[in-house]
């Protein structure tokens, strides 16, 4: 399976980047078709009153790297990447990897 991990930096306006991503981003990213998964994910520190290298993560998905880049170059997906810089005022990583999922396992001791 193929990731898009989004790292997004913490924003100037926490807020607004919540309200902007929540009512403006995900409308303009759901046009995008062929995912097979999206995940958002607020970071938290494992470290008590530490802040998190990054304030959101977000994962798309689909079968192969060849979809996934179909996806991000027809008009729906550069309209959904054209518009990530009108929010992300921290910054982003984009990163591609072959996710290869091991559940169920078991965990020896």
């Known amino acids: 399976m193929c990731r898009l991990t989004v790292l997004y ?4 306006d926490p807020a607004e980047f919540d309200r902007y991503y929540r ?11 062929g995912l097979k998964g ?5 970071c938290q520190s ?5 802040q998190p290298p990054y304030y959101m993560i977000v994962g798309l ?3 192969t790297r060849a979809q996934m880049d179909a996806i ?9 990447i054209a518009d990530v810089p009108k929010f992300a005022t921290g910054g ?10 091991l559940i169920p396992f078991e965990l020896t001791s």
């Open 9 to 12: 930096g913490h924003p100037a």
């Open 23 to 33: 009512e403006v981003h995900i409308p303009i990213a759901r046009t995008m078709r």
């Open 38 to 42: 999206w995940t958002i994910g607020k």
């Open 46 to 50: 494992a470290v008590p009153d530490e």
């Open 61 to 63: 998905y689909t079968d």
């Open 72 to 80: 991000l170059t027809s008009p729906e997906g550069q309209a959904t």
């Open 92 to 101: 982003v990583q984009f990163l591609f990897e072959d996710e290869e999922v």
